[in-house]
């Protein structure tokens, strides 16, 4: 069955940067895009991006542009989202989705389990 | 960006209450609504997708209607399992967005 693994959380300072990786198993890794969705604390859910693992196309949220950079290993099935210049408000937990497509629509199915990221001085 | 804003943001209801929650898109979406349900400390999990079709799984007391700007997901006997956070989100647009969230809290 499809999963999507997690690395673990994270505790950083402001203005350092972080990585968090996703690794796909049960299915062919390219056939599907992934997005990247965050969840501050008691917050609701916020869209950063998505990127396509066929031919590394992305699309980032206005929010994010220039401080979120995410890519994809084939040779590892695993995704992965780098956010920089770490701010406290940054302090979420960080969610993986595995998109589909039952067409013309398209919606996140398979969610990692998350990873909490905690910026704190 | 599309702004999704969901009404209300919190409601208290009873089991075998109907439940309804409303998401209106800053513009036009067609049929490109999804509806997630959440519960605490967990991933949300998808109920419906294209405003109206249900994953294959889901209970059938779920349902959602709707198109162009205004959407309802509807619960017509509320059961114990559905205590959650409810969010719609929008795929018409390459830059997907999520309403507010609607917590779905015991009377």
């Known amino acids: 069955q499809v999963q999507l693994v997690q690395s673990g959380g994270e505790v950083k300072k402001p203005g350092a940067s972080v990585t968090v990786s996703c690794k796909a198993s049960?299915?062919?890794?390219?056939?599907?895009?992934f997005s990247w969705v965050r969840q501050a604390p008691g917050q609701g859910l916020e869209w950063m991006g998505w990127?396509?693992?066929?031919?590394?196309?992305?699309r980032y949220a206005q929010k994010f542009q220039g401080r979120v950079t995410m890519t994809t290993d084939t040779s590892t099935t695993t995704a992965y989202m780098e956010v920089r210049s770490l701010r406290s408000d940054d302090t979420a937990v960080y969610y993986c989705?595995?998109?589909?497509?039952?067409?013309?629509?398209?919606?996140?199915?398979?969610w990692g389990q998350g990873t909490l990221v905690t910026v704190s001085s | 960006d599309i702004q999704m804003t969901q009404s209300p943001s919190s409601l208290s209801a009873s089991v075998g209450d109907r439940v309804t929650i409303t998401c209106r898109a800053s513009?036009?979406?067609?049929?490109?609504l999804n509806w997630y349900q959440q519960k605490p400390g967990k991933a949300p999990n998808l109920l419906i997708y294209?405003?109206?079709s249900l994953l294959s799984g889901v209970p059938s007391r779920f349902s959602g209607s709707g198109s162009g700007t205004d959407f309802t997901l509807t619960i017509s006997s509320l059961q114990p399992e559905d205590f959650a956070t409810y969010y719609c989100?929008?795929?018409?647009?390459?830059?997907?967005?999520f309403g507010q969230g609607t917590n779905v809290e015991v009377k």
């Open positions: 049960g299915y062919t890794f390219t056939n599907y895009g």
């Open positions: 294209g405003a109206s």
């Open positions: 990127i396509s693992p066929y031919n590394g196309n992305t």
């Open positions: 513009q036009t979406i067609s049929t490109y």
């Open positions: 989705v595995g998109e589909r497509e039952v067409t013309p629509y398209v919606y996140f199915h398979h």
């Open positions: 989100q929008q795929s018409y647009s390459d830059t997907r967005t």
